[in-house]
């Protein structure tokens, strides 16, 4: 069953699916293995979105964990950059940094994304700065920032050059979204999905250039 969908549902769906694929492409620049991604929203603006990332990756050495850490952290922070790129307030398709910021500590429920990357960065510091004294709160805190900082910018510059893919894949999402009905009640739900296959068969899908990963 197809319905137009309203302004306001459509506004909501964009955002997320922005964010969505935000996960999305910078996780295929940086080499992990991608599936499908999902997305549902009410009329009344609840939603569920999901873009499908393998997490699975042969590590043998310190330098491999410390690559695999960076790589995660940077598709994490990429959700919420994707975001701010559907932001009126962007300028051209550059990342709304405070937009961003807000968006990834609580708007929308960005913050679990949040609360994944501070326990990464913690661990990828642990890994990277072996020999400082835990007790030293004030140089711990120094290096965490430097690592944070270093990756969102990366991820920034990472989501500004494929912010023409992210907007594009995002608006084929949402307008490939129909209404459902749920066992004979009023239906109230948009349901989207690109599938491995689709996505897979994209050419602007198979042109995503591999960014690397090594930042330090």
């Known amino acids: 069953m197809t319905q137009k969908m309203p302004s306001a549902v459509r506004d909501h769906a964009m955002q997320i699916a922005h964010h969505e694929m935000g996960h999305y492409v910078v996780a295929r620049a940086l080499d992990f293995e991608t599936g499908g991604v999902t997305l549902t929203v009410t009329m009344d603006l609840r939603h569920q979105a999901g873009a499908s990332i393998t997490?699975?990756?042969?590590?043998?050495?310190?330098?491999?964990?410390?690559?695999?850490?960076?790589a995660r952290m940077m598709v994490l922070f990429?959700?919420?950059?994707?975001?701010?790129?559907?932001s009126e307030q962007s300028s051209g398709k550059r990342v709304d940094k405070r937009k961003a910021a807000t968006i990834?500590?609580?708007?929308?429920?960005?913050?679990?994304?949040?609360?994944?990357?501070?326990?990464?960065g913690h661990l990828l510091r642990n890994i990277t700065y072996p020999d400082t004294n835990p007790a030293s709160s004030g140089r711990t805190a120094a290096?965490?920032?430097?690592i944070t900082d270093r990756l969102w910018f990366r991820t920034q510059t990472i989501v500004e050059e494929l912010a023409d893919t992210i907007t594009g894949l995002a608006g084929m999402l949402v307008d490939g979204m129909v209404i459902v009905e749920q066992w004979g009640r009023a239906a109230d739900t948009y349901e989207g999905v690109l599938t491995r296959d689709v996505l897979e068969g994209l050419q602007v899908v198979r042109a995503i250039p591999a960014s690397g990963v090594r930042t330090y």
Do not use: F, N, P, V
């Not at 990429?78 to 559907?86: N, W």
């Not at 290096?143 to 430097?146: A, I, N, Q, V």
């Open 78 to 86: 990429a959700g919420a950059m994707g975001q701010s790129l559907a």
């Open 55 to 70: 997490l699975a990756r042969s590590i043998s050495s310190i330098d491999a964990m410390r690559d695999y850490l960076e």
């Open 143 to 146: 290096e965490l920032k430097e």
């Open 104 to 120: 990834l500590k609580g708007e929308l429920g960005a913050e679990q994304d949040y609360a994944k990357i501070r326990e990464l």
